[in-house]
């Protein structure tokens, strides 16, 4: 069973930063990826930021340069810092998780396991 708990969300002015966290409640795997997706009302969620097992990563061209995803292994934590944020990154962000493959594939429907999501407002 994997259990995803997103926590950092916030309101915040354009330009400034925040750090979200997804504690992953689960066994280890050899193999494995985990996301961050995010979701405005009437859209699909977007994949946004992604880390394998391996340590290979894969940024959305709308957040290149200006988020960060890493993995605490030990501790099963996933981070996403969110850096010179703006409007349009307002949005509720979910952690997936994808066990036994370590792949940088995006894509919604390939990850079984997701958080409950934790909401990003950015606005002056």
């Known amino acids: 069973q994997v259990q995803l708990v997103e926590s950092g969300g916030g309101s915040v002015q354009p330009g400034g930063s925040l750090r979200l966290a997804c504690e992953q409640r689960r066994r280890s795997y050899i193999y494995y990826t985990v996301a961050w997706f995010r979701q405005t009302p009437g859209n699909e969620r977007e994949g946004i930021a992604a880390?394998?097992?391996?340590?290979?990563?894969f940024y959305a061209d709308s957040v290149k340069g200006r988020f960060t995803i890493s993995q605490d292994n030990p501790k099963k934590i996933l981070f996403l810092q969110m850096d010179n944020l703006k409007p349009d990154d307002t949005a509720i962000y979910y952690c997936?998780?994808?066990?036994?493959?370590?792949?940088?594939?995006?894509?919604?429907?390939?990850?079984?396991?997701w958080g409950q999501g934790t909401q990003v407002i950015v606005s002056s």
């Open positions: 997936a998780f994808r066990p036994n493959v370590a792949s940088i594939n995006v894509q919604e429907s390939v990850f079984v396991h």
């Open positions: 880390i394998t097992s391996s340590g290979q990563t």
